[in-house]
C-alpha cells in the first residue's frame, strides 16, 4: 500500500542574528516559544489539534532541560502536547522534521511541529572536573572542622572557567580547523571561497530586498524593545577586495577566514506537518511534501568531517524515485563556503552528478544568513518552498552536514 505523503502546511522562523547581539538575553526556551506560537497563528488551527513538537538543539542548556518542553511552555500552546528535543548537530531541525513525518506516513500522529533553535549567547562557560567536585564537596561538610580542612584545599585554577568551544571530541579539533584541511583535500582555493561567500551575501541582499523573506520571517520584540525584522549580518556591499585584507582564522597558512565562514547565530525556526489528508480535512492548503529523506556517517578519522551529505545525496535521490537532473533548487548548507564547493566537487567524483551552480543557495545561505545550529534545517525547508513556489518548479534538495562526520538529506516537492 503506497503510504500517504506529508505535507509541510506552514512555518516561520525568527531572523538570525549573530550570538551576543540583540537576542543575548533571551533564553533558548523564549526563543524558540516565537516560531511555535506564530506557527500555529499564522495556520489557524485549534493548537489542540497538534500531536507532537519535536524540537532540535545543539548547545543545550547546562540544566539539562527538555528544550522542545520549556519552549512549548514558553509559546503558551497547550501543555498537553508531547515534546521530543533532538540533537543531530547542525541537521537537528531537518532531523525533527523527517522524524514528525515518519510518525504521520505511520500513523501514529496527526499532525506534528518540526522546530529548531540555538542560542550561542546562552552557552556557559564551564568549570573542570576537579573543581566541580570541589565545591559539590563544601555540601557535604558535617561540621565547621570538616570545612576549615576543605576550605584549606582550594586552588586559584578552580576559579579559572573553561571557555565554550565546539571540537570533535574523537580528533580534537574544531570543526573550522577540519573545514580547512577539507578545503586543502579538495584544492578549494582561498579566492574561490571568498567568490562563494560573496554571491551568498549578495544573493540574500537581493532576495531580503525583493520581499522573499516576508513571508516567513517573523519580527521579535527583544527584551531591550527593540523589534527585529531582518537578518542582520548580511553584507551585500562587501568586496573581495574587502574579504581579501582578512586573516585567516584556523591556521596561518589557511583559508578559511570570518568572511567565508558562517558566523556564531542565535535563531529559532518551526515548521508545520500533517499528512495529506488531514491538510485537506482542516483546510489547510500545503506548501509542498516530503519526497525522500536519507541520512549516512563517515568515519571521521579516515575522511573529511563534514563530507557525508554526498553520502546521503543518492540515497535520499532513490528514496525519492528521482535523480539529480529532476532537481530544480539545491540548498546546501554553508557551515563554509570551503565545505560546499567541496562537496560540489566530491559529488562529481563518485559519480552522483553535477550541480548547476545557477540553482545552488539562489537566495543567500548560512555564510550570509547565519548559522544556529539546531534552528537551520528550518530555515532551508521554508526558503526552499519559498522559492519553488515563487519559480513554479517542482522538486528541491536540501544538504546539511553536522559534526560528528553526519549528513542529512532531503527532498522536497512544491505544492
Known sequence: ????RVAIVGGVRTPFVRARGVFQKMSPAQLGGLPLKETVQRTGIDPKLIDEVFMGIVSSPAEGSNIARE??????LPPSIPCTTINRYCASSLEAAASIGAKIQAGQIQLGIASGVESISSIRALFSNEAT??????????????MLMHLAKFKMKYLAPQ??????????????????????????????????????????????????????????????GKVISQDPDIRGDSTLEKMA????????????????????????SAVMLTSESRAKELGLPPLGYIRGYAAAAIDIKKEALLIAPIYAVPKALKDAGL???????????????????ST???LEQNGTGKIDRTKLNVNGGSVAIGHPFGATGGRMILQTLEELRARGKRYGLISVCAAGGLGSVMIIEAA
Open 1 to 4: 500500500m503506497q503510504k500517504e
Open 71 to 76: 519552549a512549548l511552555f514558553d509559546s503558551g
Open 133 to 146: 567536585d570541589y565545591f559539590q564537596d563544601i555540601a557535604k561538610m558535617k561540621s565547621k572542622a570538616q
Open 163 to 224: 571557555a565554550p568551544g565546539i571540537k570533535e571530541p574523537t580528533t580534537g579539533l574544531s570543526m573550522g580547523q577540519s573545514a580547512d584541511l577539507m578545503a586543502r583535500e579538495f584544492k578549494i582555493s582561498r579566492k574561490e571561497q571568498d567568490e562563494f561567500a560573496l554571491l551568498s551575501h549578495q544573493n540574500a541582499k537581493a532576495a531580503w530586498d525583493r520581499g522573499f523573506y516576508a513571508r516567513h520571517v517573523m519580527s521579535v520584540a527583544t527584551p531591550a
Open 245 to 268: 585584507t582578512l586573516r585567516p582564522v584556523f591556521y596561518k597558512d589557511g583559508t578559511i577566514t570570518a568572511a567565508n565562514a558562517s558566523p556564531l547565530t542565535d535563531g529559532a
Open 323 to 341: 535523480s539529480l537532473a529532476d532537481i530544480d533548487l539545491f540548498e546546501i548548507h554553508e557551515a563554509f563556503a570551503a565545505q560546499v564547493l
Open 344 to 346: 560540489i566537487k566530491a
